[in-house]
């Protein structure tokens, strides 16, 4: 209802609404939610125990998509080497935008779900690896050097979401238990810092958000106030306007 109502009234159709600038930032900031959402939502344990199936799944979602659309744009469009690698990738990325819809039926701790989650970031994550090899070859910055570069920046990013985020929260839980509505904010910006650090070493923002949803899993029970603040506040405005 949400994207056909969008449709409608967007600048291709009715245009009642233009897609401005700010409905451009509300809109980035919604897929991040949702990603972010994601994984708070998630059973960890499932998680787990699904990882190698996440991994199949996000490499095969990822292998066909690409090979056909390499096929098509090398024999086909005949296109250079990086324009094909480039034009396929975008065929094998994808965005979890029916995922609010699996978390208000009840069934986003399914394994199922889990593991569509969690092959997106593998897709996702492939894509935009590949994105990066292809603008360092541009510039002729790919060497032995470019590949530890990116390996640091994914050890300083993980260190970040998983250990210093999370014992900032447990601090400020635990030294502010009473202001519930600065624990929200707190969170919120655990999102956003989340997602700046990952795209300033490299990385897109929503991978920096899934994993900042999973970091603090374990400090956001899902039945909790601090919960439903997160889910409304995403369901209401940013998720809608995405």
Known sequence: ????????????????IEETQSISLLADVGLLYIMFIAGLDLDLGEFYSAKYKSI?????????????GFLFCTYVLQLSLE???????LFSTQTPITYPIASKMGVAKNQAIAVTVGG?????????LLLAVVLGQQSGNVSPIFFVEMLVAALILTFLIFYVFPTICKWFFRR?????????????????????????????GIIGAFLSGIALNRLVPNSSTLMNRIDFVG?????PVF
């Open 1 to 16: 209802v949400l994207i056909l109502s969008g449709v409608i009234i967007g600048p291709y159709g009715l245009y009642l």
């Open 56 to 68: 199949t799944y996000g490499l095969l979602t990822f292998v066909i998509p690409f090979s056909i």
């Open 83 to 89: 324009a094909c690698l480039l034009l396929s990738s």
């Open 120 to 128: 997106t970031i593998v897709t996702n994550t492939i894509a935009l």
């Open 176 to 204: 502010l238990e009473s202001e519930k509505y600065s624990h929200f904010l707190l969170i919120l910006s655990m999102m956003f810092l989340s997602s700046y650090f990952s795209e300033v070493l490299g990385f897109e």
């Open 235 to 239: 369901n209401t405005l940013f998720i």
